[in-house]
């Protein structure tokens, strides 16, 4: 088969030649009566009444002012210029058969959708209940993007997005699955060495592990810069799993997810700061109809569904 780029040239070369408001049915019915040499042959190929078939070829001689066949008792012949657009006419149905077949493609579950979500979603939710949906769906590729910060599905970065902060703007459709619960947590050998105060809620002498400031807008960010009242924190990371690492080793408090602290096997020290977070499933509004994207998001509802108490905590 001839290149795309070579398809281009000949259907654009076919389109100066055609008068403004042709349609592909009439170049359909002038191939197939230049292949088969009879009305009959190509209304049988068409699954056209043989009228129908004519009227179509006189519509494109009078809008191309040009005659194609000439017409005889056996049948039809193409004239000079009629033999000139044929190969030009088979470039059109070239690119039709591609789109068409492309538009099959798209139909079917073939393709890559892109996943764009939190890196404790990915790891502790997603990803351990993917197999069984690529099992399902062996002809779709899934690309996980976790650095949210930089996506816009407005800006076609993702397909579809699981977050945590609703947005504002851009075309999209959205829809709240249920909620992300935080917790203070802390390594068992630091619970047992911290010192405790009689009012609940005193962290005067905690050590606290937070966001570096790039992420200082974060909820948990927010809430340990409270709690802290301008004392330094003794870490700060750029990442989930990183403060995970560092509360484990004793280095002080965190808030955490309460589904990846405890995945974790982490002390929790306070389950309700106040700090939850909404999980909204969030799709690109011209793909919501995919039958591809539409997949992976009825994988994601379900899936956010089945572990709500989990990751409501």
Not at 3 to 23: A, C, H, T
Not at 87 to 94: C, D
């Amino acid at each position: 088969m001839k290149n795309m780029n070579d398809l281009g040239k000949q259907i654009s070369g076919f389109e100066k030649q055609m008068p403004r408001g042709w349609v592909w049915d009439d170049s359909r019915a002038f191939l197939a009566v230049a292949r088969h040499g009879t009305l009959s042959g190509a209304a049988s190929e068409l699954n056209l009444g043989i009228a129908t078939l004519s009227r179509r070829i006189e519509r494109l001689e009078k809008a191309l002012k040009l005659p194609l066949f000439v017409r005889q008792q056996s049948g039809y012949q193409l004239t000079g210029e009629g033999a000139d657009l044929v190969e030009k006419a088979e470039a059109l149905e070239a690119a039709a058969v591609a789109f068409s077949s492309g538009a099959s493609a798209q139909a079917q579950m073939v393709g890559k959708v892109r996943l764009a979500t939190a890196e404790n979603l990915a790891t502790g939710l997603i990803l351990p209940a993917l197999p069984e949906f690529c099992k399902k769906h062996p002809d779709l590729t899934i690309e996980l993007v976790t650095d949210i910060t930089t996506i816009n599905l407005h800006r076609r970065d993702a397909d579809l997005a699981v977050r945590m902060v609703k947005p504002e703007r851009g075309n999209v459709t959205l829809r709240r699955l249920g909620v992300l619960g935080y917790g203070l947590y802390s390594s068992s050998d630091y619970a047992a060495q911290r010192e405790t105060d009689p009012n609940l809620g005193c962290y005067d002498t905690d050590a606290f592990i937070t966001w570096s400031e790039r992420q200082s807008h974060l909820p948990a960010a927010q809430w340990v810069e409270r709690i802290l009242q301008g004392r330094e924190p003794v870490l700060t990371t750029t990442s989930l799993s990183a403060q995970v690492a560092a509360t484990k080793a004793g280095l002080g408090l965190a808030v955490l997810p309460h589904f990846v602290a405890q995945n974790a096997g982490l002390i929790c020290v306070a389950s309700d700061i106040g700090v939850d977070q909404p999980i909204y499933l969030v799709i690109q509004s011209d793909l919501a109809q995919s039958r591809r994207t539409r997949a992976v998001a009825d994988f994601l509802v379900d899936l956010v569904s089945r572990n709500r108490t989990r990751l409501s905590g």
